[in-house]
């Protein structure tokens, strides 16, 4: 039973510190995280098990916060004509109340007119609204309309709004108070490649 203890702490202290190396060798990587992860390993190896995993959820929140921004670049840039003011990360907070996941947004404006982009990524909200888009009576029922944007397959609602499931992993919404035509081509300058790459 001792062999057995004193092989499983071994084992994981050694993925404490595999992990600490790829952090640190990790150029994404901020002084925060490798902080912290330094302090999670300390902690752990002086029997503070509490505090090691403590700050390991610290780290996850910095990467989650990481993947956040790195998913703000698939956002276009304002049109024209346009300013556009970036969510802050305090979206992440709401993400939670809805079981997780990753978010960016962004708000487009020009004279009164706006355009607001969400993009939700790895929620189990994404798994609740997956029926709507592979059942099209679902969607008309809600007031919505399949049709396809820029390649991808889209829900129009009856207000203007455009709903799209991206790679059964994203889900984008466009509102705003623009004119259709408007949301529809912001809808078009998203980068779906990098989508599918992130």
């Known amino acids: 039973m001792k062999q057995r203890s004193r092989q499983h702490s071994g084992f994981v202290q050694s993925a404490f510190l595999l992990t600490f190396i790829c952090f640190a060798s990790n150029p994404l990587s901020a002084d925060e995280i490798e902080d912290s992860?330094?302090?999670a390993l300390d902690a752990y190896q002086s029997g503070d098990v509490a505090g090691a995993k403590s700050e390991i959820d610290y780290v996850a929140q910095l990467l989650a916060q990481k993947q956040a921004e790195a998913l703000n670049t698939v956002l276009p840039a304002p049109f024209d004509g346009w300013s556009q003011e970036t969510a802050t990360n305090d979206a992440a907070a709401g993400m939670a109340m809805f079981g997780g996941?990753?978010?960016?947004?962004?708000d487009y404006r020009r004279d009164n007119e706006n355009v607001e982009i969400q993009v939700m990524a790895d929620s189990p909200m994404i798994a609740a609204m997956m029926a709507m888009f592979t059942n099209p009576t679902m969607a008309a029922a809600s007031g919505g309309k399949m049709k396809r944007l820029g390649g991808q397959k889209v829900i129009a609602t009856g207000d203007g709004e455009i709903q799209a499931m991206i790679h059964n992993r994203f889900m984008v919404q466009v509102t705003g108070s623009a004119p259709i035509a408007d949301k529809e081509a912001y809808f078009k300058a998203i980068d779906f490649k990098a989508l599918q790459d992130f």
């Open 37 to 39: 992860m330094g302090a």
């Open 101 to 106: 996941g990753m978010s960016a947004g962004a």
